[in-house]
């Protein structure tokens, strides 16, 4: 991959393997941009989903925006999808896809698990709220410890509402405002995390202390303030705040493993000096495993890590695609919940169909077997897409978790989200329209977003999703 922008690279079409030496008495073959490979895409992407422009068009009148989440408006179009089997997606024109997108990291089971439909089936007959706890509920909360390493469990309903509470108990336990997150971490949308998500470069401020950005309008500027940033893998940024606001920090909330910027992992030694920093000063350390819980192992980044921090907010994967969500702490962390000092509520908490459906994924589903099965084909991706790489050098390389991945468009490793925002975006949303029109299925915006492995997955899916990488490859590569 050139290292010139996306509006002036051109890109070679001389079919991938030929040598130019067979080409030495004849013209240069003509070199087609990035920006028209795209255009050519889109038109493709278009054209093969007229169902989908319709509905789009009608969605305008009665959904706004045309949509019912804003992370679903993408260029050319919203993908208005018809049903899921195993390992596959279809949309409304009957088009099929190898699901890699797994509903933003949910889909770890694929779709129609026999284990899941029968445990959704028998508890609908049952009953599907009660607001009073089930026997479903203690088995889940026993697995979750076994996995995280915490004795005590609260359940919700999305990984915005475990954060939330995450947040709130370090306030109420430390009786402290301020907490720290990490620039280009998404904690969900309540107020507090709603700072420095995705900020614009001209807004970051210097890294050493990055600004305070809201990532969207509607968010008081007192209580921005008591949301302090720091980049990804900085201790010394962390221990400055400390020192800077003796006494006031309640705790630090972060993704382990970021997977909002591509997949970034922790170095050697940053979790747990972390933990030692804040534990040292009364303050508290949460992990949000909304993302990795289950996906980066049987026990998540925790697990992965080998760090286990005070609390660990859980939700995604863990329902099976029922919304479902938990928050874990220490005995001490949780005794503030047991004794009423901090009152985690709501109606629909520990719902019957929900933790029917957490109960099937933990002890049916995600289970040794499963994951080292995901691990065989974690590799197979791997070594495939780094070979179609290095074919056709591209300035890129691959980074896996679990069932989790993505393809990074730099040589060089990212620590933070300084260092992801200046990867262009062009070549992402180049592979994500490759990917589709070819019958695969990822997340939008490629270079935010993973592919996500389920247990229905196979060999077959894996050797599409290479072989579309390699075509894509092949058109922009070098």
């Avoid at 201790?235 to 705790?251: H, K, M, N, S, W």
């Amino acid at each position: 991959m050139a290292t010139t922008s996306a509006s002036t690279k051109e890109i070679s079409t001389v079919p991938a393997g030929i040598g130019t030496s067979a080409y030495q008495d004849e013209a240069p073959t003509p070199r087609r941009s990035l920006a028209s490979i795209i255009e050519e895409q889109e038109d493709i992407f278009v054209r093969r989903q007229p169902e989908s422009r319709r509905l789009a068009s009608a969605a305008g009148q009665s959904l706004a925006g045309g949509v019912v989440s804003n992370w679903q408006i993408t260029r050319p179009q919203p993908v208005w999808l018809s049903h899921g089997l195993g390992s596959k997606l279809y949309d409304v024109d009957g088009n099929e896809y190898v699901d890699l997108h797994g509903g933003y990291g949910v889909s770890l089971a694929g779709h129609g698990h026999p284990a899941m439909v029968e445990a959704v089936r028998s508890q609908v007959a049952l009953g599907t709220h009660f607001a009073q706890p089930t026997r479903a509920a203690l088995t889940v909360a026993q697995e979750l410890t076994r996995r995280f390493s915490l004795p005590q469990w609260r359940f919700g309903n999305s990984g915005t509402e475990a954060t939330m509470d995450a947040v709130h108990l370090m306030r109420a336990i430390t009786g402290r405002d301020y907490i720290i997150k990490v620039e280009g971490c998404y904690h969900g949308h309540h107020d507090s995390v709603q700072v420095s998500v995705c900020p614009d470069a001209e807004d970051v401020g210097p890294a050493d202390r990055p600004a305070q950005v809201p990532s969207s309008s509607g968010i008081p500027q007192a209580i921005m303030d008591l949301t302090l940033v720091v980049g990804f893998n900085d201790l010394a940024a962390v221990r400055q705040l400390l020192a800077e606001y003796p006494g006031q920090i309640a705790g630090m909330i972060l993704e382990p493993i970021m997977m909002n910027a591509g997949i970034i992992l922790p170095e050697p030694g940053y979790l747990a000096g972390l933990r030692d920093l804040l534990h040292a000063e009364g303050a508290l350390l949460a992990f949000d495993e909304v993302k990795t819980g289950l996906t980066a192992g049987p026990g998540g980044a925790t697990g992965f890590t080998g760090v286990t921090p005070d609390i660990v907010c859980l939700a995604k994967a863990i329902g099976g695609g029922v919304a479902a969500a938990a928050v874990g702490g220490t005995t001490e962390v949780m005794g503030h919940v047991a004794d009423g000092t901090y009152e985690q509520v709501g109606t629909f908490n520990g719902n019957p169909l929900a933790m029917a459906a957490c109960r099937a994924m933990l002890c049916e589903v995600a289970t040794p077997e499963a994951y080292q099965r995901i691990e065989r084909l974690r590799l197979r991706a791997v070594d495939g897409l780094e070979r179609a790489i290095a074919g056709n050098h591209l300035d890129a390389h691959v980074v896996s978790v679990g069932a989790k991945g993505c393809v990074v468009f730099s040589t060089e490793p990212v620590r933070n989200f300084r260092g992801f925002l200046g990867i262009q975006d062009d070549y992402s949303n180049a592979h994500w329209l490759f990917q589709h029109n070819g019958g695969v299925f990822l997340p939008p915006w490629g270079k935010i977003e993973q592919w996500l492995i389920s247990v229905q997955h196979d060999e077959s899916d894996i050797d599409k999703f290479v072989a579309n990488f390699a075509t894509f490859a092949a058109a922009v590569g070098q």
